[in-house]
């Protein structure tokens, strides 16, 4: 299986995490510019604000990068034609399946990385005309699903078959990780959180002072009692919701927490109210880098480590 910097055509086996709110136009080509595959996120976006950060996007970098479409969004049909329309070299999608429109984007020339957390689903995909597979475990940030990448990745390559590029994401940080994942049998990375405390990084200052503070077990999963997980870091607005939650509340009483959250922080750097998004990696975030080299040493890292198991 050939790693996934040779099948997209850029410098190294990683993709930026379509976050929302956050995954803009300009930090999609900073990532690529420094050699992974930078993605938009339309989680937050409309249609229009997605044609918006594409040409953004295009006028900063002339580097492949992608769009990520989040399938829950009202206008997703217009923004898939958008995809099509545009022909973004890449499309990743999370938050359903977007079997519907995987012929319309294939027909334009368009990869199809669908993310799942499960390996029922990444079947149904890869059959409806899906490239490969972004299998993200619940370390990850946002919402998540219930198996780690270590359990998922290879579950999911035993089911694909060893054909099927398949993408860890989730708990990935560093060279060590990377190599893990390259031993699980994926092809290569997507990274979110460890990319928040990038230089580049749209997000407000006082979010990233949040992830430089974090601890290893600084996050927590709220939701899981309304079947809608998302793992934050642990501030004032949790602990509310968490107390909340374990009372029985409804998901629409646990909403007033949530709703505007994400933007409260990654805004107006609202770090007690707001809902700080991050991975488990988060305690393993010390300074401020810029992605090119984050991306650089996560992959120099990564042949050492695969070099010292080899002696």
Do not use: W
């Given at each position: 299986m050939k790693r996934l910097n040779e099948?997209?055509?850029?410098?190294?086996?990683?993709?930026?995490?379509?976050?929302?709110?956050?995954?803009?136009?300009?930090?999609?080509?900073?990532?690529?510019?420094?050699?992974?595959?930078?993605?938009?996120?339309?989680g937050g976006m409309d249609?229009?604000?997605?044609?918006?950060?594409i040409r953004i996007c295009r006028s900063m970098t002339d580097k492949p990068f992608g769009v990520n479409l989040m399938l829950m969004n009202p206008e997703t049909?217009?923004?898939?034609?958008?995809?099509a329309r545009e022909k973004i070299p890449v499309v990743t999608t999370g938050a359903g399946n977007p079997g519907r429109y995987i012929g319309m984007w294939k027909a334009a020339g368009i990869r199809v990385f669908p993310v799942s957390a499960s390996c029922a689903l990444a079947v149904r995909?890869?059959?409806?005309g899906a490239d490969g597979i972004i299998a993200e475990g619940t370390e990850s940030g946002g919402h998540v699903g219930e198996m780690t990448t270590m359990t998922l990745v290879p579950q999911m390559i035993d089911r694909?078959?060893?054909?099927?590029?398949?993408?860890?994401?989730?708990g990935i940080a560093d060279g060590r990780?990377?190599?893990?994942?390259?031993a699980l049998g994926a092809c290569g990375a997507q990274i979110g959180t460890a990319?928040?405390?990038?230089?580049?990084?749209?997000?407000?200052?006082?979010?990233?002072?949040?992830?430089?503070?974090?601890?290893?077990?600084?996050?927590v999963v709220t939701g899981r009692s309304v079947n809608a997980p998302v793992r934050i870091i642990r501030n004032r607005m949790s602990r509310q919701y968490i107390k909340s939650e374990r009372a029985g509340a409804s998901l629409e009483e646990l909403e007033h927490y949530t709703l505007g959250s994400l933007r409260r922080a990654v805004f107006d750097g609202d770090v007690e109210e707001g809902s700080l998004m991050a991975g488990q990696?988060?305690?393993?975030?010390?300074?401020?880098?810029p992605v090119e080299d984050i991306f650089r040493s996560m992959a120099e890292e990564a042949e050492a480590v695969i070099r010292g198991l080899k002696a």
């Open positions: 099948l997209l055509g850029i410098r190294y086996p990683l993709i930026q995490g379509g976050m929302a709110n956050i995954a803009v136009g300009s930090f999609a080509a900073a990532c690529s510019n420094a050699g992974g595959l930078g993605l938009i996120g339309t249609a229009a604000r997605l044609e918006e950060n049909e217009q923004m898939a034609e958008i995809v995909l890869i059959r409806d694909l078959g060893p054909d099927v590029p398949v993408i860890a994401a989730g990780q990377l190599a893990a994942a390259y990319l928040l405390v990038s230089a580049e990084c749209p997000v407000h200052p006082n979010y990233k002072a949040a992830l430089l503070k974090a601890k290893d077990n600084s996050t990696v988060c305690g393993q975030l010390h300074e401020i880098r």
